[in-house]
């Protein structure tokens, strides 16, 4: 958690060759000197192990702010908009032809990089731009919770975990922000976008799929019960008095309607992501259907958790227990019997090779967090579960209630964040007065070929070594093993 989004990458283009301006000749060239400087930054990002990704995002975060005003400019150049209180007059000489590299669109044949989406639109330009820009803001706030879940060094202290969650959290909402402003720009185009990557349904999803990130961390800055249970795991820690988790009965009761809003939040992106993609559109990768759907699951999980810790604040230990069973059937793992508790089932096995899995990704830096936080919550509810049973069969002995009647009778969540408009940003009044002057050089960037190799990757069969493409053959009939 936060999904690990790959960045698009673009091919070659030269605004010159496509847009002409009377007013700020030198606007053209400018935006596709930024462009070409984007481009080469999210080859550089792709091309990077996953280790060094991280410190590759501010200088795609730095390009992508040095772009999109010259982009947008043009745009509204085009529909004769006012830019920085100046008239700004853009003429379309051709219809432009972009390429991008769809990162959310299932591929249609397994093991093999999707091939570049030609869009002819400049529209189209601004919602992969942004869609960029938004992916950047989440693998951020995925760098600033790292920290928190790797067990290669010490475990954060509570300043630094509630550093790392502010800033996440921060990040992720200006996604939030990006997406639901381009959801509403979608509006604007009757026709049908050429790829599920940049529908409305798909802007308006991830928008919501943020919203539940954030209101995840929410929660997650003022629960000790994750830390506890990382801390306890962590063979680096050196902590060796570990203060039992405590949360206040008023704040359990609030987490657990966050924790559901969140989960009513995963759920109608998970609608959305399903719905989006039609004929030519493609669907939308399950990859990243599973993690919503475990991000829901996720959520409701955590608020059984919390309407535990209430009822057992309550002295109602048998009630407590109850929610913690249902917490679990939430997750997905449901109710285990004595026997597979104490001995070896093929159910427990397969959940510990997973958590094992996650664990080596964590320290890896590579995809960890896909499974939305499912795991780390259910080694959480079976702690409190353990502990709870002990103390019901020795002290109170209260019944325990069936969980089904529980979750039947959960209230509605409740919102914490409000999504702040987002504004885009537009070029300084002394920028645009400089281009006014004609071009100091000739536009060359769409001329500049060298994503051919991009290309010939791409369309490398299966299994080749790289170098040695040209030894195998392309033929339509290929068999793939």
């Known amino acids: 958690m936060p999904f690990p989004f790959n960045l698009p990458t673009t091919s070659a283009f030269s605004f010159s060759s496509y847009f002409n301006s009377d007013t700020h000749p030198s606007l053209p060239l400018s935006a596709s000197t930024y462009r070409g400087v984007l481009r080469d930054v999210l080859k550089k990002h792709k091309r990077l192990p996953p280790r060094e990704q991280t410190s590759n995002l501010s200088a795609i975060l730095l390009s992508l702010n040095n772009y999109i005003p010259y982009l947008l400019a043009v745009d509204s150049g085009l529909g004769g908009q006012l830019v920085a209180g100046e008239e700004l007059d853009v003429v379309l000489k051709t219809t432009p032809a972009l390429k991008w590299r769809p990162t959310l669109s299932d591929n249609l044949i397994p093991g093999r990089e999707a091939a570049r989406l030609k869009i002819q639109s400049l529209e189209y330009e601004v919602y992969f731009v942004l869609s960029t820009f938004a992916y950047t803001y989440i693998l951020l706030s995925r760098a600033s919770l790292h920290p928190l879940y790797s067990s290669a060094t010490a475990s954060p202290t509570a300043e630094q975990r509630t550093s790392a969650i502010t800033t996440a959290t921060k990040h992720l909402l200006s996604a939030a922000s990006i997406h639901e402003f381009l959801s509403k720009r979608a509006d604007q185009i009757p026709s049908d976008p050429p790829s599920a990557d940049i529908t409305k349904s798909t802007f308006r999803a991830l928008s919501s799929l943020a919203l539940a990130e954030a209101t995840l961390l929410a929660v997650l800055k003022d629960d000790p019960y994750p830390a506890a249970v990382a801390q306890e795991r962590n063979q680096n820690d050196k902590d060796w008095m570990i203060k039992a988790p405590d949360i206040p009965k008023v704040r359990a009761h609030l987490f657990a309607r966050l924790c559901l809003a969140a989960a009513e939040h995963a759920a109608n992106a998970s609608s959305l992501l399903n719905s989006a993609g039609g004929k030519g559109q493609g669907k939308i990768n399950p990859e990243i259907l599973r993690y919503v759907d475990d991000l829901r699951r996720t959520g409701r999980g955590k ?179």
């Not at 769409?446 to 195998?472: I, K, N």
């Open 303 to 481: 608020a059984c958790r919390f309407f535990g810790i209430d009822a057992d604040l309550g002295g109602q230990t048998g009630a407590a227990i109850a929610w913690l069973q249902a917490g679990l059937h939430e997750l997905g793992f449901g109710m285990k019997d004595e026997g597979s508790r104490k001995g070896l089932s093929l159910g427990r096995m397969k959940k510990e090779w997973n958590e094992k899995r996650e664990d080596k990704k964590v320290e890896k830096g590579a995809a960890w967090g896909s499974d939305a936080g499912k795991y780390e919550e259910a080694r959480v509810l079976e702690m409190l579960e353990k502990k709870w049973v002990k103390e019901n069969d020795t002290v109170n002995t209260q019944i325990v209630p069936p969980f089904a009647s529980l979750i039947g009778n959960m209230p509605s969540g409740r919102e914490i964040h409000s999504l702040k408009p987002f504004i885009p940003p537009v070029l300084d009044s002394s920028v645009l007065e400089s281009m006014r002057a004609p071009p100091d050089r000739a536009d060359d960037y769409g001329s500049d070929d060298a994503s051919s190799d991009d290309e010939r990757e791409s369309q490398a069969p299966v299994g080749t070594f790289p170098g040695t493409s040209g030894d195998y053959s392309r033929s339509s009939t290929s068999n793939y093993y």
